[in-house]
Structure formats: C-alpha cells, structure tokens
C-alpha cells in the first residue's frame, strides 16, 4: 500500500515553453503533498508544501509564480514549470503523507519516482 | 534553525564489515528523527524512524540527545546494503522534511 506515482517520469521541452508534473497518491488520501527538487549527487530540496483544498506554501527562495502547484483533491497535485528554461532542469520528486485514520503514521512520507525535466 | 548534517558524501567498506553512517542534528525541542535510503533507480523509502525503535533489514539507529546525533548502524554490511541514505527531520508545520546531504554506501564484496 501507499503507493505515489508521478507522471510524466521524464520529459524533455524547449526553453519558454510550461510543463505540467502530476503526482498521485494511488491507494489513500493525502491531505499533504510535497515537491522537492534534486540535482545530481544532491540532496532533496524541498520546494513547496502542497494542502488539498489551499494555497500551497513556499520555501524561502521558490518562485511561486514559476512553480505553479495545484492540489484540487486529497489524490492528486500537480506542478507546473512555467516558461522553463535550462536552470529549471532538475529531477522532480513528490512525496505525500496519508490523512488521518488510513492505517499509516499521519507524518510519513511516500515519495514518488520522480520526474526528470530537461529544458532545451 | 533545524539543521541535519551528514559529514560523509561516501562510505566504502568490504561486506561483512561494520557501518556506521552518521547523523548530527540541530533542533530545538525533542525531535523525531528519520533514516530514509534510496537504492539505485528506485524512490526514496522509509527506512526507520527512531520512535518506532525497531531493526529494519538488520539497521539500527539510536538517538542520543547529549551528542545530537542519529547515527545509522548495521554489524556486518551486505552488498544489496549499497544505496544513499538520508537523515532527515522535521521542520515547521504539515509535518515537512528537512534532508541531510546524504551517505552513499557502497559494500564492496
């Protein structure tokens, strides 16, 4: 159980164009989700907290008017890279915590895949 | 401000031998701490978390306030033990993550 998936697992696009990153938790409800950024041989890099229902909240130094997340149901958040450029390639990660009463601790995080964004 | 520090980039041992990979923290309060490994090609995966004060796949990781460390020990390495592994910590509120640099294991045979 507690699976995330992420879609799509990599995508490659040219510089100005807006990506869109979906991160789904598959088999329970996640009242939070999570998007981090890692570049090669680092760590995570948390990026934004995502809350279904609100307006995500940013880490000091994202640009939330560059990285658009939308979380419209307690299944799915989505990230949009908007007028990417190189800078912007990065692997993508998401990760959500189950809600409350779904037979897993309300703070761990299930991490998905990943995403792998290449901007020409 | 919470902080997580893992000072090796890389561990490299023979199979069989000893492990530790360490975890020093800054936190204010009594923290729950975590251990997460991400083996080659996969996600990231929970490990163990120190609360819960179990062995996960003959790891173990004990928290001792006085040094603030968390460090992650295992008797004897196995190859299939090779991956990165993190500490990470909470930080603020929505039970966010902060993620050490990170260790990456590599068990010779």
């Known amino acids: 159980g507690a699976v995330v998936s992420q879609h799509p697992s990599r995508v490659i696009c040219k510089s100005g164009t807006s990506v869109k990153i979906e991160c789904r938790s598959l088999?329970?409800?996640?009242?939070?989700m999570f998007w981090y950024r890692q570049f090669p041989k680092q760590s995570l890099m948390l990026m934004a907290t995502?809350?279904?229902?609100?307006?995500?909240?940013?880490e000091q130094g994202v640009e939330k008017d560059k990285f658009l997340i939308n979380h419209a149901s307690l299944t799915l958040s989505t990230l949009t890279v908007t007028s990417a450029h190189p800078e912007d390639s990065s692997f993508y990660i998401c990760?959500?915590?189950?809600?409350?009463?779904?037979?897993?601790?309300?703070?761990?995080?299930?991490f998905g895949p990943g995403t792998r964004l290449t901007v020409l | 401000a919470q902080r997580v520090t893992q000072p090796e980039k890389l561990l490299s041992v023979f199979k069989g031998a000893p492990v530790e990979l360490k975890c020093n923290y800054s936190?204010?309060?009594?923290?729950?701490l975590f251990w997460y490994v991400q083996y080659s090609r996969q996600r990231l995966q929970l490990l163990l978390r120190?609360?819960s004060r179990e062995s996960i796949k003959g790891f173990t990781a004990d928290l001792n306030k006085g040094e603030t460390s968390f460090h992650l020990k295992k008797p004897f390495a196995q190859e299939e033990d090779s991956a990165m592994y993190y500490c990470?910590?909470?930080?603020?509120?929505?039970?966010?993550?902060?993620f050490g640099a990170g260790t990456r294991l590599a068990v010779h045979p």
């Open positions: 936190y204010s309060g009594s923290p729950e």
């Open positions: 990470a910590l909470p930080s603020g509120g929505y039970n966010k993550l902060i």
């Open positions: 995502s809350n279904e229902g609100s307006k995500a909240t940013y």
């Open positions: 088999d329970f409800q996640a009242t939070t």
């Open positions: 990760s959500a915590t189950p809600a409350s009463g779904q037979g897993a601790p309300n703070n761990e995080q299930f």
């Open positions: 120190h609360i």
